[in-house]
């Protein structure tokens, strides 16, 4: 059975790094992209990137270029989605899923970024 | 990018009625050395993660119900619930994974009339 299963919920300050991580299992980790997805309160989901695990090749929306860092440890099955400085605007709930469509979700990480 | 509209924001349907979401590309997702839409629908339940609906325009998704189905091409495409459950209550969103970066429609919501 294929899963993704994403750490825990996050409250940070702006200003901290956080790293957020999605393990797969079930499947051939290193024969799929992997990505993640944005979606604010109340708002709807936007894709933000995605890598491949076989060579680390990343892609990612424009929009949020310089604003993150996804990157993998393949010898743990896990992905990683990065700030390194938090901002209020990311508060968000976001996703990891397994390209291409998106077949296979991640529960979902809310990072709530609040002083 | 590839702009995604989708009509209407919300819809309202008695149960076992007919519900339609549209969605309109700003440009064409059909690639030509294939011939396939690289479009795709997902629902999105309160609390819970997206899932996967239909790919390629009009292919169900493994244990989908038939209910689903999904048609079009090229810019124009909707997806039809033939007959509206209770556990259809949703928000609903196209995606076209034609060209990067991959976006989705602004999200339609089906409630129960």
Redesign the interface.
């Known amino acids: 059975e294929v899963q993704l299963v994403q750490s825990g919920a996050e409250v940070k300050k702006p200003g901290e790094s956080l790293k957020i991580s999605c393990e797969a299992s079930g499947y051939g980790f290193t024969n799929y992209w992997i990505g993640w997805?944005r979606q604010m309160p109340g708002k709807?989901?936007?894709?933000m990137g995605m890598i491949f695990p076989d060579d680390s090749e990343t892609?990612y929306?424009?929009?949020f270029q310089g604003r993150v860092t996804i990157s993998v440890d393949k010898s743990i099955s896990t992905a990683f989605l990065q700030w390194s400085s938090l901002q209020a605007s990311d508060t968000a709930m976001y996703?990891c899923?397994r390209?291409?469509?998106?077949?296979y979700?991640?529960?979902?990480t809310l990072v709530t970024v609040s002083s | 990018d590839i702009v995604m509209t989708q009509s209407p924001d919300s819809l309202a349907v008695s149960l076992g009625e007919r519900a339609t979401i549209n969605c309109k590309s700003s440009q064409s997702v059909l690639h030509r050395f294939n011939n396939q839409n690289y479009l795709a629908w997902y629902q999105h339940k309160v609390g819970q993660s997206p899932k996967l609906l239909i790919y390629w325009a009009s292919t169900r998704e493994s244990g989908v119900p038939d209910r689903f189905s999904g048609i079009g091409s090229g810019t124009d495409f909707s997806l039809t619930i033939s007959s509206l459950q209770a556990e259809d209550v949703a928000v609903y969103y196209c995606q076209q994974y034609f060209s990067i970066p991959w976006t989705f429609g602004q999200g339609t919501k089906v409630e129960i009339k």
């Open positions: 997805v709807g989901l936007e894709w892609k929306n424009p929009s996703y899923a390209h291409q469509p998106f077949d979700w991640g529960q979902g």
